[in-house]
T-cell receptor, first 112, second 114 residues
Framework: QKEVEQNSGPLSVPEGAIASLNCTYS??????FFWYRQYSGKSPELIMS????GDKEDGRFTAQLNKASQYVSLLIRDSQPSDSATYLC????????????FGTGTRLTIIP | KAGVTQTPRYLIKTRGQQVTLSCSPI?????VSWYQQTPGQGLQFLFE???????NKGNFPGRFSGRQFSNSRSEMNVSTLELGDSALYLC?????????????FGPGTRLTVL
């Protein structure tokens, strides 16, 4: 079992709709969770971080964390063509043994 | 504030050769991590350095090594190159290991092994 799993997609979403990206992780002691966005030919960039159970909203982005289910998700509201990219879920280890592990990413395409 | 820089941006080598890649982190960032990215495997962690010490290492053979200097700049070396080493090598910096989830990536070095 991979440490961090994501549906590789591609995920196609109409412009203006909500895009939902999912991620599961295997290490129960993981402490912090991140979403990175990577445009084709570019480097990953951090877009969201979440540390406690529940929802965290930042503009059109909402990250959701459920540690009991070992599940983290990213919702993108009012999807725009500029949101078309690969989204990488990353999970950090426990305090004192921080090691960021990435999923293989979900490719998202917003259809105008 | 300048971002993470990596040199060179592109490299072409032949099997058996060795290569050294360089990374300069954002000013004030003391933690540097290296990743290998390939279409099939995604982003694979190589190692992380903090205060000139390797803190974590991924599951790569000993041909892959790195170091960090007192100014936080880091280098990684790959010896006896194999065709499978062709990849994008990314360096990322963060303030400290405890904040290494919030990493800033450089543009990468594209290595092609022929």
């Amino acid at each position: 079992q991979k440490e961090v799993e994501q549906n590789s997609g591609p995920l196609s979403v109409p412009e203006g709709a909500i895009a939902s990206l999912n991620c599961t992780y295997s290490d129960r002691v993981s402490q912090s969770f991140f979403w990175y966005r990577q445009y084709s030919g570019k480097s990953p960039e951090l877009i969201m971080s979440i540390y406690s159970n529940g929802d965290k909203e930042d503009g059109r982005f909402t990250a959701q964390l459920n540690k009991a289910s070992q599940y983290v998700s990213l919702l993108i509201r009012d999807s725009q063509p500029s949101d078309s990219a690969t989204y990488l879920c990353a999970v950090n280890g426990f305090f004192g043994n921080e090691k960021l592990t990435f999923g293989t990413g979900t490719r998202l395409t917003i259809i105008p | 504030k300048a971002g993470v820089t990596q040199t060179p941006r592109y490299l072409i080598k032949t099997r058996g050769q060795q290569v050294t890649l360089s990374c300069s982190p954002i000013s004030g960032h003391r933690s540097v991590s290296w990743y290998q990215q390939t279409p099939g495997q995604g982003l694979q962690f190589l190692f992380e350095y903090f205060s000139e010490t390797q803190r974590n290492k991924g599951n790569f053979p000993g041909r892959f090594s790195g170091r960090q200097f007192s100014n936080s700049r880091s280098e990684m070396n790959v010896s006896t190159l194999e065709l499978g080493d062709s990849a994008l090598y990314l360096c990322a910096s963060s303030l400290a290991p405890q904040t290494n989830g919030e990493q800033f990536f450089g543009p990468g070095t594209r290595l092609t092994v022929l």
